[in-house]
């Protein structure tokens, strides 16, 4: 069961992912929450304590996401990761779009705030981690993974920005993994 303050954080990934940036107001996360006006500031005090909250809702969510994945991928083989990879993808630019590009205003918002930033590094190298653990399984070492998750980051950055749009990811992704391959 979502929570208050979970409510309130979803309504605030909405309104950044949809409206950028600059949307992003108590009063705008109050009104997509359907909640109390200054429902939101209570829970956080300051825009950077909101977009901190952001950061780690989006951790929490984005683990979910990838734990599903990984589960309903079976036993762990080269073609199940370039598979679940190319799901990934898709989901991050169809499905979860409105997330991807709420993550996406953060970067942007963290090169100002250094608590946010560390949030937002806190959440990456978790995930890097758990994306290492992952690919350690069919052979990829942690620092082939860096690269794996970078291309990754690359690849839904174009197809959100509509270049690559119809292109099935998994060639490349397959000859990515398997040149990292030892």
Known sequence: MVTKREQVLDAAITVLGTGGSRALTHRAVDQAAAVPSGSTSNYFRTREALLCGVAERLEQRDHLDWA??????????????IDGL??????ATT??????QARLALFGESQTMPALQESVQRAH?????????????VGLS??????L????????????TG??????????LARLVHALLP
């Open 142 to 147: 942690p620092a082939d993974t860096g690269i």
């Open 149 to 160: 998750v970078d291309y990754l980051d690359g690849a839904v950055i174009h197809r959100l």
């Open 86 to 91: 190319a799901l990934f993808i898709a989901h």
């Open 125 to 137: 190298h978790r995930l890097r981690t758990w994306a290492i653990e992952m690919a350690a399984t």
């Open 95 to 100: 499905t979860d779009r409105v997330r991807t």
């Open 163 to 172: 270049a690559d749009r119809d292109r099935d990811p998994r060639d490349g």
């Open 68 to 81: 599903a994945l990984h589960r309903a991928l079976g036993p762990a083989t080269v073609d199940h990761l």
